[in-house]
T-cell receptor
Framework: DAGVTQSPTHLIKTRGQQVTLRCSPI?????VSWYQQVLGQGPQFIFQ???????GRGNFPDRFSARQFPNYSSELNVNALLLGDSALYLCASSGLTEAFFGQGTRLTVV | QKEVEQDPGPLSVPEGAIVSLNCTYSNSAFQYFMWYRQYSRKGPELLMYTYSSGNKEDGRFTAQVDKSSKYISLFIRDSQPSDSATYLC??????????????FGSGTKLNVKP
């Protein structure tokens, strides 16, 4: 079985631009969460979606938005990029118990 | 004060040693505890998941939870160079199928020397 897949793996954007990150959960998992991991720190919760509805939002500005599609895949959008948005963005897929992470998308804002 | 505290290390041990990794937390509502291993520039890999006090063993790994002290540990027996990675503790007040907002420690960097 495929694990959690994220795309792209790396990208470089300029300040002020917009970016869309994509995530496909493990087959059968209906919950997807997004995390931001800055170098040297633990992941910070951004959003959770379950059955296409937002279940929770972390302490991130409105420039961050997300959605979940009928096939349970998800997109994270970040507008008006800042240098401080440079990080590893992780998607987590969960079933009944544990949550499994993808390999992440490394975003660099220059 | 952070909700989850974890010593960042680095922790350097010889191959074959027993490793002890620890986290403390302040929120008594946390009931679900996880340990993840993260290699450089990769996503976290789930090692252990537990939702009760006491010990849980899986191969060379043992997770220990002491809710009365708000303290969790991960023990690695017979450590190998391939165990060299950053270890993250994570916890939540709800089961992941319901709401998986996890609170992570900052990670402990482990180096196992051959």
């Amino acid at each position: 079985d495929a694990g959690v897949t994220q795309s792209p793996t790396h990208l470089i954007k300029t300040r002020g631009q917009q970016v869309t990150l994509r995530c496909s959960p493990i087959s059968g998992h209906k919950s997807v969460s997004w995390y931001q991991q800055v170098l040297g720190q633990g992941p910070q919760f951004i959003f959770q979606y379950y059955e296409k509805e937002e279940r929770g939002r972390g302490n991130f500005p409105d420039r961050f938005s997300a959605r979940q599609f009928p096939n349970y895949s998800s997109e994270l959008n970040v507008n008006a990029l800042l240098l401080g948005d440079s990080a590893l963005y992780l998607c987590a897929s969960s079933g009944l118990t544990e949550a499994f992470f993808g390999q992440g998308t490394r975003l660099t804002v220059v | 004060q952070k909700e989850v505290e974890q010593d960042p290390g680095p922790l350097s041990v010889p191959e074959g040693a027993i490793v002890s990794l620890n986290c403390t937390y302040s929120n008594s509502a946390f009931q679900y505890f996880m340990w993840y291993r993260q290699y450089s520039r990769k996503g976290p890999e789930l090692l252990m998941y537990t939702y009760s006090s006491g010990n849980k063993e899986d191969g060379r790994f043992t997770a220990q939870v002491d809710k009365s002290s708000k303290y969790i540990s991960l023990f690695i027996r017979d450590s190998q160079p391939s165990d060299s990675a950053t270890y993250l503790c994570a916890m939540s007040d709800q089961p992941s199928y319901n709401f998986n907002k996890f609170y992570f420690g900052s990670g402990t960097k482990l180096n196992v020397k051959p």
